[in-house]
């Protein structure tokens, strides 16, 4: 029964390398795509090596001993009586202790490596955690937008961690977090945590103080991220993509995302829409840059800002990928599609909802 | 204790009447022996264990394929926290303290323990504690937010599951708080003559460091406790970064008491790792200095690592390092113990035992927790692990496929003394391979399934995220140890079915718990045993001969020398033994915390009744004498 036991353990240790090696998983610390995830992958793989020795060592040590001093039939006496052997004791204290100098050393100049504020050709982005979506301010673009993170290929990125709401105590925002009158808030002010794990390791995003992050991407592509900290109902569905373009395919981005949001045509089901948008709801949570409500612009930044809502892959949280009938789906009880949402169901009639994603479709 | 003598006005006090049952339910509510409460933390941990343990089954349910749908995200926040709650201050803690009250006085040849009635009150304090907690199912909402209820969550969200875990919790520690006290003076100030500190089995060595571990960390968890309670009920701002407070203050709080706690829990199962070893490799411990001070030093060290928790919250890089420093550190006695433990095993004579197989598992289960635990100290591997699935395989391989199989090991190797009757060998092995290949199949998963990106607390993930098979595999783990823990129930019935014939010592173990009756009698020890040496059973029955072989000692040989020490030095002498008489108190003034508990949460009139149940307990109990002048 051992053995076959011992075969089995074999079976599911040579599975679990094999499945380290899996292609599938889209979000994986195991296949770092930029220079700050890649020093981190580049310590834990030599960390990992060490201790993958040592365990062979210590379990190939246990089941050897066990094994040669099982008791066996007809054994008579005791085994002598060996009490300790200082030396030894000496050997194994001190050894571990060598081991974990050497890894100590490399991991306190990583920790300062990661730790530092970069120069050069820096992007700035604010990144401000709701519940459950994230917020992504461009302030030297004059960009706000949710849920993609568009970023320049082979440049830092420069992230600060804001609090949302009233998380400074009336006092400015520290550092760079320089929203004025800071980012609104819904939901409650509660800690989250930013990880994009193919770019860069989690930093929390505390209520109160503003944490940095260094973020860079080497190839183009579409990293995936969430909310790595416990933050209430929807914590499963705090999710976001980061976006690496080049830097003439971000430049346009940047373009496109300042322009003033689309006018429908007069006349239209998406100008209906509108109507409805601005006259309705919406605007006290969502802004929209461009049209007016009695002269004034629409800037209500507690929920996400909905110019460009339909240049994204996804939204609420990237619970639902963006098309028009998982906007339907969303705006008919947006809370039975993600647990707790902030928004409310307000009871659209069917003719309400095709008329707002109408409108919310040409938000390009 | 015991042997103190009454003057006889005291005898007046008391309003009850001395409860005299010696058998029934009201035996059992007004026991003060050690041995019955080692019992009652025994039978209900291990009911909570079930509980907690179905918890664990529907996470698993819920994650085993992406986009579950078994759990809503309210419940399932619940059942994570309360499987966290459960598994930590309802099992692994009281289960701990079943073997420390059960044992610790015939491991010392004591008695019972320094403060018998108190001992009776933390243990009616913890059970009403923990059904306190789970009343909120039915009150209302269960606690919500995670074992480590960070704040401003905790603090913030609507409803009264928070309040429950608060102040339940605040209960649940004062009982641990009191009995750290009680077993910390019963094992420094009762221990049969001739028992110095060093020849002290490492089993009560890790008690005593567990409860200076509990005295020390606890007190810093109750202030958090109280501050998390204030902000949410009388709105006070601790935590709260608008009003001035701080909410990363809750968790140098939280982990001050958390990662210590780490260690209240595992140390008592490297204890029990370190009795069984010696006993089925028929050798004596290797290194028991050693292994002793590398215990010491992991409770000291081990309330200088707490913010290794929280490497991603922005502490900074010089903390960041520190504490990655000191995390690495510990890990330098917890290889010294595995070390000495495999000493021990070289050039044994090793028997398979159920219980030596759970020890055995211990180790080489324990082994890939702590590697993985070192993992964590690279403090910039660590903000990729934290708070991801990584960190539930480390802890779990720690604390179930360590702390508990250590504890099953001590259930096995303990039942007959306890119980009188044997376990069933071939039923014992069935559950430890079952339970090793699930604990296996259900944790070592979850180390690529974190790497791979699954966040921790999450109530499903999407497919894209390739993630399934992994989880479909840790499910199918969790029922396989569900099994286990079947057949492991299985074999209880039948072992009570059983003739009561276990001989007093029937493993020829080495320490003195072994010489009395199974079970033992409500005295202990007719004769509390002068002691000679460490491993003094051993000693008696063996010698070492000239050329260094080891020979049994005749019956009647050297094994008498004690008898002219006996009993005289303890002022007892032939006139039998004197036993602290059951009370009611205990238990009244217990009921009063829960009361005052529900004020706290729903109207202040409860408040006030539950701390008049306390006084009156409390009155009763100080009038009363510890021993009733009649019993003698």
Redesign the interface.
């Known amino acids: 029964?051992?053995k076959v036991?011992r075969r089995?353990?074999g079976a599911?240790a040579l599975a679990?390398v094999a499945?380290?090696c899996?292609p599938?998983?889209?979000?994986?610390?195991?296949k770092p795509a930029g220079p700050e995830?890649e020093?981190?992958h580049a310590?834990?793989t030599p960390?990992?090596w060490i201790?993958a020795v040592?365990?062979f060592l210590?379990?190939g040590?246990?089941?050897y001993?066990?094994i040669r001093?099982?008791?066996r039939k007809g054994?008579q006496?005791?085994?002598?009586?060996?009490?300790?052997?200082n030396r030894?004791?000496i050997a194994?204290?001190i050894l571990?202790?060598l081991i974990?100098v050497g890894?100590?050393v490399p991991?306190?100049s990583?920790?300062?490596d990661?730790?530092r504020t970069p120069t050069g050709n820096v992007l700035h982005v604010n990144v401000v955690g709701h519940q459950w979506w994230w917020e992504f301010d461009y302030p030297d673009q004059k960009i706000l937008t949710a849920n993609e993170l568009h970023i320049p290929v082979g440049e830092p990125v420069y992230v600060s961690?804001c609090?949302a709401?009233?998380?400074?105590?009336?006092q400015p925002a520290p550092n760079d977090c320089q929203q004025p009158g800071g980012y609104a808030s819904v939901g409650?002010?509660?800690?989250h945590?930013f990880?994009v794990?193919e770019l860069?390791?989690?930093?929390?995003v505390?209520?109160?103080?503003t944490?940095?992050l260094i973020l860079q991407a080497d190839r183009p592509g579409t990293y995936?991220g969430?909310?790595?900290?416990?933050?209430?109902?929807?914590?499963?569905y705090m999710?976001f993509k980061v976006i690496a373009q080049t830097p003439d395919e971000f430049a346009a981005w940047v373009r496109a995302q300042q322009a003033d949001a689309a006018t429908p045509a007069e006349g239209s089901l998406a100008a209906t829409g509108m109507q409805q948008f601005l006259n309705g709801q919406c605007i006290a949570c969502h802004a929209i840059q461009g049209p007016q409500v009695g002269g004034q612009p629409v800037t209500a930044n507690g929920g996400p800002n909905l110019t460009h809502l339909a240049s994204r892959d996804c939204f609420a949280g990237c619970t639902l990928d963006l098309t028009e009938s998982n906007l339907e789906r969303w705006l008919a009880d947006p809370p039975a599609v993600k647990?707790?949402s902030w928004m409310p169901n307000y009871h659209l009639s069917q003719d309400q909802i095709k008329a707002l994603v109408a409108y919310l479709m040409t938000l390009k | 204790m015991a042997s103190v003598s009454v003057p006889s006005e005291s005898a007046r006090g008391g309003v009850l009447r001395r409860p005299t049952a010696t058998t029934g339910f009201w035996s059992w509510v007004t026991t003060v022996d050690h041995k019955r409460i080692g019992l009652l933390y025994g039978g209900t941990a291990f009911l909570f264990f079930l509980v907690g343990g179905t918890e664990a089954l529907f996470i698993r349910l819920q994650l085993a394929q992406p986009n579950g749908q078994v759990l809503s995200a309210a419940t399932y926040n619940e059942f994570f926290t309360m499987h966290g709650l459960t598994m930590i201050f309802l099992v692994v803690m009281p289960l701990s303290a079943a073997f420390m009250n059960y044992m610790i006085p015939l491991m010392i040849g004591a008695r019972d323990v320094a403060f018998p009635r108190l001992n009776a009150f933390s243990y009616w304090v913890f059970l009403l504690g923990g059904l306190f907690i789970y009343s909120s199912f039915l009150l209302g909402g269960a606690p919500n937010g995670g074992w480590f209820g960070y704040a401003p969550l905790s603090t913030v969200e609507p409803g009264n599951n928070m309040l429950f875990y608060s102040t339940g919790l605040l209960i649940v520690g004062l009982a641990s708080t009191v009995s750290a006290i009680n077993l910390a003076v019963t094992i420094l100030n009762m221990r049969a003559t001739g028992m110095s500190l060093f020849r002290m089995p490492v089993f009560i060595w890790m008690s005593l460091v567990v409860q200076f571990l509990l005295a020390f960390s606890l007190p810093i968890i109750t202030v958090g406790l109280f501050e998390a309670l204030f902000d949410k009920r009388f709105g006070t701002h601790f935590f709260d970064p608008a009003a001035g407070g701080d909410p990363i203050l809750w968790q140098h709080l939280f982990w001050l008491f958390g990662h210590p706690e780490v260690y209240i829990l595992v140390l008592p199962a490297m204890g029990i790792v370190s009795e069984i070893l010696p006993v089925f490799a028929r050798k004596p411990l290797f290194g028991y200095q050693f292994v002793v001070f590398s215990g010491i030093a992991i409770g000291f060290i081990g309330f200088g690592v707490w913010a290794h928790h929280m490497f991603a919250t922005g502490l900074g890089p010089v903390a960041n390092t520190a504490f990655g420093i000191s995390t690495m550190i510990i890990a330098i006695p917890t290889g010294v113990k595995i070390f000495n433990w495999l000493g021990t095993l070289w050039r044994g004579d090793i028997r398979f035992t159920t219980p030596m197989l759970f020890a055995l598992g211990f180790i080489a289960q324990f082994v890939i927790g702590g590697l993985s635990g070192v993992t964590h100290a690279v403090v910039p591997a660590d903000y990729q692990q934290t708070d991801t699935y990584y960190v539930v395989a480390h802890f779990h391989y720690v604390l179930f496929a360590g702390a508990i199989f250590g504890l099953f090991g001590g259930l096995y190797y303990w039942w007959p003394k306890i119980f009188g009757r044997m376990l069933s060998e071939r039923l014992g092995k069935v559950h430890f391979w079952i339970m090793a290949v699930g604990a296996n199949l259900t944790f070592g998963p979850m180390h690529i399934l974190g790497l791979q990106g699954m966040p921790r607390r999450v109530q499903t993930y999407t497919p894209s995220l390739g993630l399934g098979v992994w989880n479909l595999v840790a499910t199918v783990g969790a029922f396989t140890i569900a099994v286990s823990v079947l057949v492991f129930i299985v074999n209880v019935l039948v072992s009570l079915r059983r003739p009561k014939d276990a001989p007093a010592d029937p493993w020829d173990a080495r320490t003195i718990e072994w010489m009395t009756s199974s079970p033992p009698p409500p005295h202990n020890f007719d004769e509390i045993p002068v002691v000679h040496s460490l491993d003094e059973l051993w000693h008696r029955k063996y010698a070492e001969a000239e050329d260094g072989k080891v020979v049994p000692v005749p019956t009647g040989g050297s094994g008498g020398r004690e008898e002219s020490h006996g009993e005289g030095s303890h002022g007892e002498g032939s006139h039998g033994t004197h036993l602290p008489s059951p009370s009611y108190y205990p238990a009244l003034a217990a009921l009063g915390l829960p009361l005052i508990g529900y004020g706290v949460i729903f109207h202040w009139w409860m408040a006030i009744a539950g701390a008049a149940v306390l006084l009156a307990g409390l009155y009763g109990w100080s009038l009363e004498p510890s021993l009733e002048p009649t019993a003698e």
């Open positions: 029964m051992r036991t089995g353990l599911i679990l499945a380290a899996a599938n998983a889209s979000q994986d610390s195991l995830a020093k981190i310590l834990f960390v990992f201790a040592i365990f210590v379990e040590l246990l089941f001993t066990a001093f099982r008791h054994r006496g005791i085994p002598p009586q060996i009490h300790g052997n030894l004791e194994w204290t571990p202790a974990l890894v100590a991991t306190v990583t920790i300062y990661l730790a961690l609090a709401g009233q998380g400074y105590a009336g409650d002010d509660v800690i945590s990880w794990p860069a390791g989690k930093q929390d505390v209520p109160g103080r944490n940095t995936s969430q909310c790595a900290e416990f933050c209430g109902l929807s914590h499963a999710r647990p707790g």
